[in-house]
C-alpha cells in the first residue's frame, strides 16, 4: 500500500466553525508533512512531524494545529479560519524527513465562507 | 533558504524530448535538488532528485551543471500523460523541508 489519503476530499467552513483534515498512511513512514497550495502555485510547507513529534512549525498561524497522535495519522485542527485560507492542503509522508522521495495525498480542497 | 526560476510553460510534441531547465543560482552545498511534478487534480508526485551527479531513472534524467547553479530536467519520450506541472525543488541536506520553484506548465500535443 503506497498511498496517502485524506479526508474529507471537499469542505466548506464558516469562519465560527471548527473543523478538522484527517491524513493517513500506512507504509510505516516516520515522517509526515502538511503542505498549504493555493490556486495555480507551488505548495507551501506549513508543518514537519518526525516520530511523531513537530520538528518544523513554518510560522503558521495558531488557528492552523496540527497533531499526530500516532505513527500512522494526521490531523489539521482548524478554528476561527479567514477566507484567505481557502486552499487545498495536501498531506505528505516519508520513510524520514531526511528521505528523498514524499509521498503526496490528494489533498483536501477547504473553502472558507 | 535557496530559491529556483522556471519558465512558466512548455510545449512539446508527443514522442519527442522534452528539456525543462531551472536556475538554483543561490543553491548551498548541501542541498538536493528534486523535481516533483503534479498532474491536475493530484498531488505531487516525486520524479528524481540528484546532489552533484546526473542521474537517470524509468521517468527521467536529471543534468545537474558543474557548479550546480542550475539543472535540467530530461523526459526521453513524452506522452500526453507527462502533461502536468513540473516543479524544481531544493532541499536542505539535514531536513524534509522542499522548498518548491513556482513550477512549469507542460503541454504536450500529439
Known amino acids: 500500500d503506497t498511498e496517502v489519503t485524506q479526508t474529507p476530499k471537499h469542505l466548506v467552513m464558516g469562519m465560527t466553525n471548527k473543523k478538522s483534515l484527517k491524513c493517513e498512511q500506512h507504509m510505516g513512514h516516520r515522517a509526515m508533512y502538511w503542505y498549504k497550495q493555493k490556486a495555480k502555485k507551488p505548495p507551501e510547507l506549513m508543518f514537519v512531524?518526525?516520530?511523531?513529534?513537530?520538528?518544523i512549525n513554518e510560522s503558521v498561524p495558531s488557528r492552523f494545529s496540527p497533531e499526530c497522535p500516532n505513527s500512522s495519522l494526521l490531523n489539521l485542527h482548524l478554528h476561527a479560519l479567514q477566507p484567505e485560507d481557502s486552499a487545498l492542503y495536501l498531506c505528505a509522508s516519508s520513510p524520514r524527513t531526511v528521505s528523498y522521495e514524499q509521498y503526496f495525498g490528494p489533498g483536501t480542497r477547504l473553502t472558507v465562507t | 533558504d535557496a530559491k529556483t526560476t522556471q519558465p512558466n510553460s512548455m510545449e512539446s510534441n508527443e514522442e519527442e524530448p522534452v528539456h525543462l531547465p531551472c536556475n538554483h543560482s543561490t543553491i548551498s552545498g548541501t542541498d538536493y535538488i528534486h523535481w516533483y511534478r503534479q498532474l491536475p487534480s493530484q498531488g505531487p508526485e516525486y520524479v528524481i532528485h540528484?546532489?552533484?551527479s546526473n542521474v537517470n531513472n524509468r521517468m527521467a534524467s536529471l543534468a545537474i551543471a558543474e557548479d550546480r547553479k542550475s539543472s535540467t530536467l530530461i523526459l526521453h519520450r513524452a506522452t500526453l500523460r507527462d502533461a502536468a506541472v513540473y516543479y524544481c525543488?531544493?532541499?536542505?541536506?539535514?531536513?524534509?523541508?522542499?522548498?518548491f520553484g513556482q513550477g512549469t506548465t507542460l503541454q504536450v500535443k500529439p
Open positions: 525543488i531544493l532541499r536542505p541536506g539535514n531536513t524534509g523541508k522542499l522548498i
Open positions: 512531524y518526525s516520530y511523531e513529534k513537530l520538528s
Open positions: 540528484g546532489l552533484t
